[in-house]
């Protein structure tokens, strides 16, 4: 409802404010919400002031538009203040296409993004991140070596399991790797799901990775995923408090916290009724147990195959 020149003029406006806490020596976060809207006002601007048009209407200069904006978050040294400046720019796109004019302006300009997607957010999957379109130009270089350590290769094993998951809809014979890969992925999925405003502390994020990297997860029903994550948690802050404090400390996972935290684990394990549930004879490790009528139709199946073999 706001006329198409207050649009235009607040996200500056808004980064002029954060620049008076950068200059006290103070770290500002800015969030701009969202810059596609602000690119649309100034092309209603320059439409009506009758600016010769470029790709999708938008006129000349709209690059310059955004990179003078986000270019001025920065991180000053001592010698100026030590202040710094956080950018966070929000981009909608249409119908999901990445590939427009203003969002592929803003990526070329930021240090990576963060894509999210509609459909994982309506299959409940939260924050709804999408692992093959999320970038960082950054990359481990901004985390700590105990987050590198346990999940090195989370990224791309979960755009691996969400392939085959899109492929496994359509397939019904599958190698038993196929289905360990698509199991594990199912649990990696649910556990890295989080409550809106329930932060969680580094040191309590590397265990659970840990955990779900390293196949502990792989025996627990997926719908019981969270609450054995936070069984575990209560139990390794109550019994072993020393592995935490450890992790939080070293920021790294050494050889003797890697042994102390298997033990745990283990220890968990044998105690905790979420992971005493009865397996179906010949169930592979890493498949969840049936349910329902599910038991019957594998008990079938398993006839079938017996028949067959003989």
Not at 266 to 293: N, T, V, Y
Request: with cysteine.
């Amino acid at each position: 409802s706001e006329p198409a020149p207050l649009w235009y003029i607040a996200p500056y406006a808004g980064c002029s404010m954060g620049e008076y806490f950068k200059d006290q020596g103070k770290d500002a976060l800015l969030v701009y919400d969202d810059l596609s809207k602000h690119a649309w006002a100034y092309r209603q601007i320059s439409l009506l002031l009758r600016r010769p048009p470029g790709r999708e209407a938008y006129p000349g200069d709209v690059f310059y538009l955004h990179s003078r904006l986000l270019e001025r978050a920065a991180r000053m040294n001592k010698e100026n203040g030590g202040g710094s400046l956080t950018a966070l720019p929000i981009i909608e796109t249409l119908a999901g296409d990445i590939s427009a004019y203003i969002p592929t302006n803003v990526i070329s300009i930021t240090d990576g993004q963060i894509y999210l997607l509609t459909d994982l957010f309506y299959a409940g999957i939260r924050p709804a991140i999408s692992t093959g379109l999320s970038v960082s130009r950054v990359g481990g270089a901004a985390q700590i070596k105990a987050i590198r350590q346990v999940a090195g290769r989370l990224r791309l094993d979960l755009t691996q399991y969400r392939e085959l998951a899109a492929f496994a809809q359509f397939a019904s014979d599958l190698d038993k790797r196929t289905r360990d890969q698509l199991e594990r992925g199912k649990r990696m999925t649910e556990l890295l799901k989080q409550n809106q405003y329930e932060p969680m502390p580094i040191a309590q994020q590397v265990i659970v990775l840990f955990a779900g990297t390293n196949g502990y997860l792989d025996d627990i029903a997926v719908d019981e995923v969270q609450a054995f994550q936070k069984e575990l948690l209560r139990f390794l802050g109550s019994s072993h408090p020393d592995i935490e404090k450890a992790i939080a400390k070293e920021k790294a996972v050494s050889e003797q916290t890697e042994k102390a935290l298997r033990s745990a684990i283990d220890e968990f394990k044998k105690s905790s009724p979420l992971a005493q549930k009865p397996e179906r004879p010949g169930a592979e490790r890493g498949a969840a147990p049936p349910k329902g009528g599910q038991l019957q139709a594998a008990r079938r199946a398993t006839e079938r195959e017996t028949v067959k073999e003989e």
